[in-house]
């Protein structure tokens, strides 16, 4: 019953995550529809985090999409999701470069 009931609400286009200068493209999502973006980085940048969330335009409002978040925005985690993280950089490295991350991790 939700699948349908959002298949009636326009979605969003041309959607992306930006953390640092690091952009991931999400194309076209949907109303309530989960996101998730995973980065290894130091601790030194996570503490001068900066991700944005940006979509052409709100179906609603007719305007652009520009949303900020800081290390503020973000809640400490028991789950490991260091795990989550090295796997999704995994998959985006092939050959070598995918056996030096492995062992480097």
Known sequence: MEALKRAFEPSLKNCSVTVGNDVTQLNELFRDQA???YRIMSEADF????VSFNCDEDPVTK???????????????SLPLFKLAAFD????LKGQENVDC???Y
């Open 35 to 37: 996101v998730q973006v």
């Open 47 to 50: 503490e001068s985090l900066a």
């Open 63 to 77: 305007q652009p999409i520009k949303w900020s978040f800081t290390r503020s925005s973000f809640e400490e985690s």
């Open 89 to 92: 950089k995994l998959k985006s």
């Open 102 to 104: 492995s062992v480097k």
